[in-house]
């Protein structure tokens, strides 16, 4: 009968430590996040004034991959993340700030506060093709990698982390263009619906233009079918990195449009085979090509890659910050 009561109090004991113990974890652990789409552990670590390795080393078994954390997840906030007050490390505002209001700011004012050309210093051309020696070429092209890197976020492989402790990914946030859903930087968002504001108003109809041979023979008002916005891997090759991971770049219909100057089976194409106009060479219509760059969009048609389906954000984007600004406070 001793023996049973000796079991039963050391079972209570081993009982009792565990509630403890676990009283202890839950303490540290006592505060929870959800992550949000378009977050990242540096991001979320970030915004509580911490570090990530903290946030890692309590959650280990719910990412099992430290770059891409689920939306949804719900993660165990150290203690000391609450203590010190939250910082940010890049110059971009909040994602939730800047596109905050986008419904109320897409007006003729607010459009007219951001239209603006492409920067020609961020030309593929002036970095890759017309610009110089090698040596200069890798130098504007670093350059321009930091100025990507400052504003839209560090991309694994290219740039300095200390420019920007989060990724492009963090910037990011779902939107509609022309009913459908394409991913982008934050600060590309408001040139993208400005754009898209001027495209329902101005190309509804094709208008003949002798510089566009056979124009209206396309289908108008034309709608895109697929976008491609934000990619989470660099598809150039030769030391240069794409637009794509940086959120500032978007396709329309690619399987329906060319890239003539690209690799592959795009120089095979039938369109590229024969000696036709650019316009001649996709199916959207050149309409977009002069709206799109009234608010600092760039045309990749215009590169020697010939790339008919490609526009990139090469706008100021601090020009986008002061236009959100001046119309959020109003």
């Not at 891409?68 to 994602?95: D, F, H, N, Q, W």
């Not at 209001?101 to 093709?129: D, L």
Request: charge should be positive; include cysteine; hydrophobic fraction near 30%.
């Amino acid at each position: 009968m001793n023996d049973w009561k000796h079991l039963l109090t050391a079972v209570l004991a081993v009982f009792a430590l565990g509630l403890t113990a676990n009283d202890a974890l839950a303490k540290k652990r006592s505060k929870y996040y959800t992550v949000k789409d378009g977050d990242t552990l540096s991001g979320i670590a970030s915004r509580f004034g911490c570090i990530a390795k903290e946030i890692l080393r309590i959650n280990k078994s719910k990412i099992p991959n430290p770059d891409v954390i689920a939306k949804g997840l719900r993660l165990y906030m150290p203690k000391k993340c609450r203590k010190r007050r939250p910082v940010s490390s890049s110059p971009t505002e909040p994602i939730e700030d800047m596109v905050r209001g986008i419904k109320w700011a897409i007006n003729s004012p607010f459009c007219k506060q951001i239209k603006q050309k492409p920067q020609k210093r961020f030309f593929r051309s002036s970095y890759r093709s017309q610009c110089g020696s090698g040596t200069e070429c890798r130098r504007k092209h670093k350059a321009f990698t930091a100025f990507r890197t400052k504003n839209y976020g560090y991309f694994r492989g290219f740039g300095d982390k200390e420019l920007n402790a989060n990724n492009p990914q963090h910037y990011t946030q779902w939107i509609d263009f022309m009913e459908k859903k394409v991913r982008l930087n934050q600060l590309a968002i408001h040139p993208l619906k400005c754009a898209e504001r001027a495209i329902k108003k101005r190309c509804k109809k094709c208008t003949p233009d002798p510089k566009y041979p056979g124009e209206c023979k396309k289908k108008f008002p034309y709608k895109p079918r697929v976008l491609s916005g934000l990619r989470h891997r660099n598809t150039f090759r030769g030391g240069e990195v794409s637009n794509h991971v940086y959120g500032i770049a978007i396709d329309l219909d690619p399987s329906h449009n060319t890239c003539c100057g690209c690799v592959g089976k795009w120089k095979k194409h039938p369109k590229c085979r024969r000696k036709l106009p650019k316009n001649q060479r996709m199916i959207m219509p050149m309409c977009w090509v002069k709206e799109f760059e009234k608010f600092g969009f760039y045309w990749l048609g215009n590169d020697k890659l010939q790339d008919t389906m490609h526009f990139e954000f090469l706008g100021d984007p601090d020009r986008i910050r002061r236009a959100v600004r001046k119309y959020r406070n109003q």
